[in-house]
Nanobody
Framework: QVQLVESGGGLVQAGGSLRLSCAAS????????LGWYRQAPGKQRELVAA???????NYADSVKGRFTISRDNAKNTVYLQMNSLKPEDTAVYYC????????WGQGTQVTVSS
């Protein structure tokens, strides 16, 4: 089964940017929809962005206009460019299929200070 490794998180001030990467151990070409999820302390995991194999994207209202998801099937990698970050974006970010069915990776922590 494909394994996922997220990276790129960190501590950033409000208004800043980060680019997350999700590297898969196998081919992602056959997975039609991939997404980025996040889980803040005390909250349920939520889907924030998704992209189909054909490049169609969808975003949660809370991140629309600020986040951009992309995928490179040749590199088996999914990206999340996050701009204009807000303290409420603080969470552990994960990638997975949409709907999720792969084993969860360890995630990458994003902390936005005010």
């Amino acid at each position: 089964q494909v394994q996922l490794v997220e990276s790129g998180g960190g501590l950033v001030q409000a208004g800043g940017s980060l680019r997350l990467s999700c590297a898969a151990s196998g081919s992602i070409f056959s997975i039609n929809s991939l997404g980025w999820y996040r889980q803040a302390p005390g909250k349920q995991r939520e889907l924030v962005a998704a992209i189909t194999r054909g490049g169609i994207t969808n975003y949660a209202d809370s991140v629309k206009g600020r986040f951009t998801i992309s995928r490179d099937n040749a590199k088996n990698t999914v990206y999340l460019q996050m701009n204009s970050l807000k303290p409420e974006d603080t969470a552990v970010y994960y990638c997975n299929a949409v709907p999720y069915w792969l084993a969860w990776g360890q995630g990458t922590q994003v902390t936005v200070s005010s």
